[in-house]
């Protein structure tokens, strides 16, 4: 309890310190705490530079560690923006924020169902969220407890007071399923390894990933459509949140729908990611199928969590 209580202490101690400094002075704090990480954190610079080898195979060896430098620190920045956005009004957080793809989101919401939205590890996901219970509607989301449980208390109430709702893990699906079936909105990532029976192979990257069925179980089972979500940076602090076209659905005749659907969401993720690799978390083990011993299966192109599947039945 008192490492908690110090741990705490720390975090609060240096969310003051971003409040009482001006915003740009704020940002180059965090980026320059990110690539304090970058230098200390041995073990997860290596995992990253193989990660970004396999992704993007005979690369100059200085542009991997370029991409991961600015890699550490967006994280670190990304830190330092959840607190500032936290001091804001709604006017001053939306000042900052312009809109890419808002006809699809307000196509999906006209016709009074329930939409999911899919996103990763990827750009400002975190402000992206807020963003969107703020501007359109109440998200509801998933999240991991954090071990410190006081640390979790402060982070829940960060991501709620503009109206987000956070699901735990446990349970999460069928509280997904409850509010698309009333007709509101839910946030899915879609980035995380799984393994468990839920788990489906696809490739992201050049390599097997097993990935949450989830979003295509919840989506099949409703009818609701998918939108893919991204939150990217732009000069001068501010940010654009990019919604695409729903994903296409499977074929009624398909033989593994939620499969073909997983791969279609995560080929959009894909793209995003080849297009910024700085932006997304190279820093964590996202392909572990050897060890998992999941069967591969081939990309099949498409359009354009986590949490386990339960038992919906």
Not at 113 to 130: A, I, P, S
């Amino acid at each position: 309890m008192l490492c908690h209580l110090i741990q705490y202490g720390a975090v609060k101690t240096f969310s003051l310190l971003v409040y009482l400094l001006p915003r740009r002075s704020s940002r180059a704090l965090g980026a320059g705490l990110g690539h304090l990480f970058y230098l200390f954190q041995a073990r997860r610079r290596q995992l990253a530079i193989e990660n970004l080898k396999a992704a993007f195979p005979g690369r100059p060896e200085g542009e991997y560690k370029t991409i991961l430098w600015t890699t550490f620190g967006h994280l670190g920045c990304q830190v330092v923006e959840l607190f500032n956005f936290d001091a804001m009004s709604s006017a001053e957080k939306m000042d900052l924020i312009e809109i890419q793809g808002q006809e699809h989101v307000e196509e999906a919401l006209a016709k009074g169902k329930g939409v999911m939205y899919f996103t990763g590890h990827f750009g400002y996901w975190e402000l992206l969220v807020m963003h969107h219970s703020l501007r359109f509607a109440t998200l509801v989301v998933v999240a991991r407890t954090l071990d410190n449980p006081i640390l979790d208390r402060e982070l829940e109430r960060i991501r709620t007071h503009v109206g987000t709702h956070v699901l735990p893990r446990q349970g999460a699906i069928r509280g997904l399923l409850r509010a698309l079936i009333g007709g509101g909105s839910v946030g899915v990532m879609i980035d995380q390894h799984i393994q468990d029976r839920s788990a489906v192979v696809v490739d992201f990257l050049n390599r097997p990933a097993a990935t949450t069925s989830a979003i295509a179980t919840l989506a099949l089972r409703t009818g609701v459509p998918v939108i893919p979500a991204f939150g990217l940076p732009l000069p001068g602090g501010r940010y654009r949140m990019v919604y695409e076209a729903p994903v296409t659905p499977p074929a009624d005749d398909d033989p593994d729908p939620a499969r073909t659907y997983t791969q279609r969401c995560t080929s959009v993720l894909e793209k995003y990611v080849q297009l910024y690799p700085e932006l997304w978390l190279w820093m964590h083990r996202r392909w572990r199928v050897v060890d998992s011993g999941v069967e591969t299966v081939p990309t099949e192109a498409g359009h354009s969590e986590s949490v386990a599947t339960e038992d919906l039945n």
